[in-house]
């Protein structure tokens, strides 16, 4: 028998009375996720009503997180997307006049809502308390619509098959360190709630003011697979447009010719060594591919390793990520793999 854990509600979903006319969708339509590792999960909401369906009322969304649903979402309305903090954020129409008389916005025939959500099942849980095996998560939803110039309140719910992975080798042992560490932790240096007593959370995986999480993992466990989730949090965001990059052409002229200037800076140094030790290793996270690679390819680049550079780029490439960052280094991937082809010898 499956367990049942609601891992969170999905927000400002648009619904009629007649669920034929909206259609729901989940992706992936199955998470397998080691305790405490993010997942991405994407919601799809389809108008097939064949006419537009109009959104009232002050509570256009709500988010319910029945058991802890940390982490930041992007809302894509039709194709704009917004960034949102953590929370119940979105969209909400305000006003003084009845919910019906204030409407403004409308969901076209055919359009779509999506929203990506980082998911850390199970949040605010001690490990403990989930552990590994065959779950379903509840996805449940629900809004205000106007149907026939009356209020009404308008909930659905998508269950999606969840596996929580038994740890394994260095994964394994990377857990049991740290819970050592954070039941041996001095009181005197936690501040606020880290001061209660209690087990390893969900939340506290990657990062927790009880213990040096991240420099544990990277220092002792740099191969397991939780370290290309600290990884990747440490290297830049490509689709932040403050960053200006140099063209790929540009970056393979400059490995050729002064491969040596990748390695003036110590950090930078110590940062591709732990990259290429834990790709080495071959536990990357699949979400994480193009993000690594990418990183490790144009770092090789740089060193003048052109060869092992193009076999970086083409793990990179070989599935298109959903999140932003991740799409910023599986294009810049491509655009490599292209330069390589005109000026690669």
């Known amino acids: 028998m499956k367990k ?23 992706s992936p339509s199955s998470l397998r996720i080691l305790p405490g590792a993010p997942a991405e999960f994407e919601l799809t909401v389809r108008n097939t009503s064949g006419k ?3 959104l009232v009322g002050q509570t256009l969304q709500r988010a319910l997180f029945p058991n802890g649903l940390p982490g930041g979402r992007l809302y894509d309305w039709n194709g704009k997307a917004v960034r949102c903090s953590e929370g119940s954020g979105g969209l909400v129409v305000k006003g003084n006049k009845p919910p019906c008389e204030t409407a403004t916005v409308v969901f076209s025939a055919g359009g779509s809502w999506t929203v990506s959500c980082g998911i850390y099942s199970q949040g605010s849980c001690p490990i403990q308390e989930v552990p590994p095996g065959n779950y379903v998560g509840k996805v449940q939803v629900e809004t205000l619509a106007c149907v026939d110039g009356q209020e009404k309140v308008i909930r659905q719910e ?6 929580i992975l038994e740890p394994q080798a260095e994964d394994a042992a990377y857990l049991r360190v740290l819970e050592e560490a954070i039941a041996s932790a001095d009181p005197k240096v936690l501040k606020g709630g880290s001061l209660k007593s209690r087990p390893l959370e969900w939340g506290e995986v990657l990062h927790t003011r009880r213990a040096n999480a991240e420099a544990l993992c990277l220092q002792r466990f740099p191969t397991s697979t939780y370290a290309g989730y600290v990884l990747a949090r440490k290297l830049l965001d ?14 393979i002229q400059a490995g050729k010719e002064h491969p040596e200037w ?19 290793g071959g536990n990357v996270p699949e979400s994480l591919r193009a993000v690594l690679y990418g990183y490790y390819g144009e770092q090789l680049i740089l060193r003048g390793r052109a060869a092992e550079a193009e076999a970086a780029f083409c793990q990179a490439v070989k599935e298109k990520p959903g999140d932003a960052k991740g799409e910023a280094y599986f294009t810049r991937a491509q655009q490599f793999l292209e330069a390589l082809r005109k000026h690669g010898e």
Do not use: C, Y
């Open 4 to 26: 049942r854990i609601l891992f969170g509600a999905l927000a400002g979903v648009m619904l009629t009375s007649m669920a034929q006319e909206i259609s729901l969708e989940g």
């Open 238 to 251: 490509l689709s932040d447009w403050r960053f200006k990059l140099g063209t790929p052409a540009s970056a």
């Open 52 to 54: 537009p369906l109009t």
């Open 262 to 280: 990748a390695t003036r800076s110590q950090s930078d140094v110590e940062l591709f060594n732990l990259v290429e030790k834990h790709i080495q």
């Open 158 to 163: 998508l269950e999606i098959p969840v596996t």
